[in-house]
């Protein structure tokens, strides 16, 4: 019996640690989104594969602000100050992994404030797993027009949407066209687009402001995923002579049109390409790219200020300043501290913690940053900055446009490279 | 489409352009192949990572480019070390499988690929590079874009090719690799060492690819997952061509290069891969007519 009895003691005793292991365990989980005094965002971000040199600066980008924020005193939330730290995930470039550690820092980490992944398709893969749970996430590196046409809740996104990226060019190749006494009607224009979610969306937009102006488009040509060479679509682009020329296909698209447009001493007077930054073309081919058009969301000479960095300029020199090895600050950087920001700011209107009233204030941002201003619109995309386009003039970046932004007049027509 | 088409047939002059950059792509294609032809034709092995040892050397003279080397130096180096590479890889792994069946060596290259892709990815990075001969580029003919870069590359894969046949007609181990593709187990009997021939091939191979890989980074772009696509044009100017077809091999991946421009111009830069792997399906298909023709008079 007393052995027995001893048994059941110990079987007793078990499953009472078992359920206090387990206790401790919830609790832990649920108190996560605020340990003590400091307030938990997760993200799941690409620190290793394709995307890794962005995935590390929005990483840096996030780091610099949350660093920023906590040195100015933090965020107070009735009348209590707090920090902010980020635990970060590393999705490996692979939405079906993003998707699982969104899961994770949700269910497991008890996360309940969200920073976005890098890059359209990851965000698209995470934002589902954010929504089911009714986890704000404010995101600053998916740009795809698709990701604001879902009906999503609590996606919030600090930059513009994709297809605001060329159509910029178009206005301006409108107004050039009128300037030398033609219609914008009489420009024709050549696409070359990669065959993906945030080209086409790059795409679309082209194509609306080319329908606005009524423009002809000449060249529709789409881009493989694996572009290693596109003389072809040059080719054609020598045979018909537009106005314009716009290319769109990440960084190897960047960096083969402007190789190519080079070697083949294409004399297009407006050429405009996305992803020029990030594929270092002005590093690569020099003197070859210049008068070349580069649509960003950002430029530290831009004339944008804010609370907490002080002007474009400011941030540029603190960032070169905390992170070595740059020597431009990449605007996927600029718009994750930017999308820290907005956290900081909603928690203070909310007077919160509670991830429904943040997510409301979140909703109601209106403020001016170093990045520029955001404002939400209903879908979730930031409506209050524009999307500004730079031209490379003796191998460095001049904003060009929109001419309220304008630092620089524009060149055209373009000097035909070798010329 | 059909305004493509127009393009070509009003300004014939187009045509010129397209048959320029194919024929000179299309060498470099045929070296990576003829390199594939090798290996299949003496190991019967596919190997998969073919388009890898491409872009592998491709790397090195990026690597020496971005030392302030001028990357067509980048050739004996990048021949000597694929090919220790090469000698590498069969040591560890090919030997292993050579023996087993067809999906075991299938697998295996597989692998290596995977491997080859994610280590050039950890050292590189993941955006695509160039390596810059700084050559004229010129425009003749009025409306034809000529870059030296590619005329130069077309001669040295000439000059590569006739290298390699020379080689293989002459040398004592040319001969050893020819006898042990007509029969391995008669050239053991003769005492040809088998392994090391198949060594030495798979090593040549690798060499061979990568001299394609200096040369494509000079022309092209390179990123360490490219490798798929020269792996399938390898295999289908190999399988369009025959095994141990050297002119074969030759012609067949000149006019893929050119197809490839002409797939593109027509029908879109990105339908420029599409057509090469259409055009493995036609062969394929043209192959089978002729040997169920073939079968049909030995019956």
Known sequence: MAIDFSKHTRRGALAVMGVAAAA???????????????IILGSAISLTGKYSTNGIHAQNGYELAVKRINEMGGVKVDGKSYKL?????????????????????????????????????LTKAIAPISEKYKIPMVEAEGASRSLFTQGYKYLFAVLSTSEQYLASAITLAAEIAEKNGKKPSDVRIAMAFENDPFSQDVRAGVMDDAKKYNMQIVIDDKLPRDLSDMSTTLTKVRAVKPDVL?????????????????????????????????AKIISKFGATTNDILCPTQWAETLSYSGKYFGSAADYDKLFKAT?????????QAAQASAAVLV?????????????????????????????GGIKFAPEGNNIAKPMVLRQIQNETLNVVAPSKYASHPVNWPRQVPGS | MLFNLQILIDAPIFNVQLLLNGVTVGAIFALAAYGLALVWGVMNVKNLCQGEFVIMGGYIAYYMYTKGIHPMFALPVAIVLMFMFGWFVYRLVISKVIDRDLFTSLLATFGLAIVLQQA????????????????????????????????????VACLLAVAVVVFMKNSRMGQAIRATAQDARAAKVMGIDTDQVYAFTYSLNAAICGAAGVLISMIWVIQPFYGITHSIRAFVIVVAAGLGNLPGVIVAGLGLGVAEQYGGFVLGTDFQQVTVTGLLVVVLVILQILMARHRQVVE
């Open chain 1, 24 to 38: 401790l365990l919830t609790g832990h989980a649920a108190q996560a989104k605020v340990e003590g005094d400091t």
């Open chain 1, 85 to 121: 730290k980020v635990v970060y995930y590393d999705d490996e470039s692979t939405p079906a992994r993003g998707a699982q550690l969104a899961e994770r820092l949700i269910k497991q980490d008890g996360v309940q404030y969200m920073l976005g992944p890098y890059s359209s398709g």
């Open chain 1, 246 to 278: 716009v290319v769109s296909g990440h960084s190897k698209g960047a960096a083969t049109a402007a190789r190519q447009l080079a070697e083949m001493k294409i004399d297009t007077p407006i050429v405009a390409i996305t992803h020029c930054e990030a």
């Open chain 1, 323 to 331: 992170y070595e090895g740059y020597k431009n600050v990449p605007y």
């Open chain 1, 343 to 371: 956290w900081k700011d909603a928690f203070e209107r909310a007077n919160s913690l509670d991830k429904d009233k943040v997510r409301d204030a979140i909703a109601a941002t209106d403020m001016m940053t170093f990045y």
């Open chain 2, 120 to 155: 050039l990815n950890l050292i590189f990075g993941p955006e695509v590079v160039t390596a810059e001969s700084g050559m004229a580029n010129r425009i003749i003919l009025g409306d034809v874009a000529v870059q030296d870069i590619r005329v130069l590359s077309l001669v």
